[in-house]
């Protein structure tokens, strides 16, 4: 190197990151032709990390705090470099800054229902979405695995690993608990620790933490989710002669509040008792004769008083049609 090169050349004495730009992850210091003075003060905040690396060679870590660039706080460096207590020259390394800010609200969610066995609805397709928050723990782990050379590695460039890591989890969760849908969707809390504490290792793998994780959700497809329903509103329908009696209470209130007043609380319970007429006989079999099956005269009869209960608004549609479904059943 000649002495015009020597004068002209630009050495480095600070090098900070003040994260100027949101979403950043990991941030190569930008170096160009320059080298850093034996001497040179390296400043990490609170919220940062920052690795040196020489010829692809990942040497010293430093956390928060303003360091002194030597031989002594450079031990790996200096032994990399096969330097003496008396270097005093410039050097040439790359130096990375990591963001170990918490990354908050990032989503996850199933692109298409993952197909699970469930063991009171048999094959079912799970739909699921939420948010997770992590930060990065490991800079050495991570810049190995994940970020690499890369002059800037931004959170959007792993949201995707990231939900795939997720889902996964789910999916192996769920099919290794053998927990019904109908408790996961009723315990999404419960199920969110599960998950946390399932995939906290694939984070720490890649060199991050899993701070937080929350289940927003978790549902059938439409399709599914309307058998469901009907199945339900079966269920409800179940002990008829109580359901009845919950349906004739009900429109007490409702009926004195309208037009009519004590009148209508009249035509409700009248209406009340009609019904627990019709799905007691419908139950025990004497509408449809002498046995659980009868003529279809005496199921359309049937599904004609319980089209009247419906009309009545006593019956929603779901808890008509599974009726009726049933009433059909029975023709012998």
């Known amino acids: 190197m000649g002495i015009f090169d020597l004068i002209t050349k630009q050495f480095i004495d600070v090098i900070q990151w003040v994260e100027d730009r949101e979403g950043v992850l990991a941030f190569r210091y930008p170096m160009a032709d320059q080298e850093i003075q034996n001497g040179a003060q390296l400043v990490v905040r609170e919220t940062q990390m920052a690795v040196f690396v020489d010829e692809g060679h990942l040497a010293d870590i430093f956390g928060a705090g303003t360091h002194t ?6 031990p790996i460096l200096t032994s990399l470099q096969n330097w003496d207590k008396a270097f005093q020259s410039p050097f040439k390394s790359d130096v ?21 066995r469930d063991k009171e609805f048999g094959l079912i397709r799970l739909r699921g979405f939420g948010q997770y928050s992590y930060r990065i723990a490991d800079p050495r782990t991570f810049f190995q ?6 002059d800037i590695y931004m959170v959007d460039d792993l949201d995707e690993q990231l939900r795939g890591v997720v889902v996964a989890g789910m999916t192996d969760l769920f099919a290794e608990s053998g927990i019904p849908f109908i408790d996961m969707a009723a315990n999404q809390d419960e199920m969110a620790k599960l998950l946390q504490q399932k995939l906290a290792g694939e984070f720490t793998r890649l ?7 929350v289940v927003q ?3 059938l497809p439409d399709e599914l989710q309307k058998i469901l329903d009907e199945r339900i509103g ?20 409702i009926a004195a509040a309208n037009e009519g007043g004590a009148a209508g609380v009249g035509a409700g319970i009248g209406a009340g008792v009609a019904m627990g007429q019709v799905m007691t006989s419908a139950v ?9 099956e009868g003529s279809a005269e005496d199921v359309a009869a049937l599904i004609e008083k319980f089209h009247d209960l419906k009309t009545k608004g006593i019956l929603t549609e779901a808890e008509f049609t599974a009726k009726k479904a049933e ?3 029975r023709i012998s």
């Open 217 to 219: 959700n978790l549902s």
């Open 284 to 292: 025990s079999g004497k509408a449809l004769g002498t046995g659980a």
């Open 327 to 329: 009433l059909l059943m």
């Open 234 to 253: 079966m269920n409800m329908v179940g002990d008829l002669s109580r359901y009845a009696q919950f349906q004739a209470a009900r429109s007490i209130p």
């Open 96 to 116: 990375y800054f990591f963001s170990t800010r918490q990354q908050l609200a990032r989503k996850w969610g199933t692109a298409s229902p993952v197909t699970l």
């Open 145 to 150: 695995l994940v970020s690499g050379t890369r």
């Open 69 to 74: 660039l030597d031989t002594q706080t450079l």
């Open 207 to 213: 060199g991050l933490a899993l701070e937080s994780f």
